[in-house]
């Protein structure tokens, strides 16, 4: 098990940017996957950035060229930088670490979330 904590969220106007922050219990380095999930209301939890073990990263066509995932294994930190910023990006914004613990098995891991609001 991962413990997570964002941090970062708040009150941005349209066209602005953020940096939301997740710090983990533990190293990093051992994580297979980390990311960030997002979900506004009456949507379901939907991915927006994830970066595997070997740097690898992925995002959702919607902030696609906007948001950015990092690393910080020092400080057993993931971050995403959000530019921007849309009302549509408005929503709780989730961390989550994904570790493989057997053949097939994996565990998923999330943090309690983060609210961006997004408006004027």
């Known amino acids: 098990q991962v413990q997570l904590v964002e941090s970062g969220g708040g009150l941005v106007q349209p066209g602005g940017s953020l940096r939301l922050s997740c710090a983990a219990s533990?190293?990093?380095?051992?994580?297979?996957?980390m990311g960030w999930y997002r979900q506004s209301p009456g949507k379901e939890r939907e991915l927006v950035a994830t970066?595997?073990?070997?740097?690898?990263?992925n995002y959702a066509d919607s902030v696609k060229g906007r948001f950015t995932i990092s690393t910080d294994n020092t400080k057993n930190t993931v971050y995403m930088h959000m530019n921007s910023l849309k009302p549509e990006d408005t929503a709780i914004y989730y961390c989550?670490?994904?570790?493989?613990?057997?053949?097939?098995?994996?565990?998923?891991?999330w943090g309690r979330g983060t609210l961006v609001t997004v408006s004027s």
């Open positions: 989550n670490a994904f570790t493989i613990v057997g053949p097939t098995g994996g565990m998923d891991s």
């Open positions: 533990r190293s990093i380095f051992s994580i297979n996957r």
């Open positions: 970066m595997a073990g070997g740097g690898n990263t």
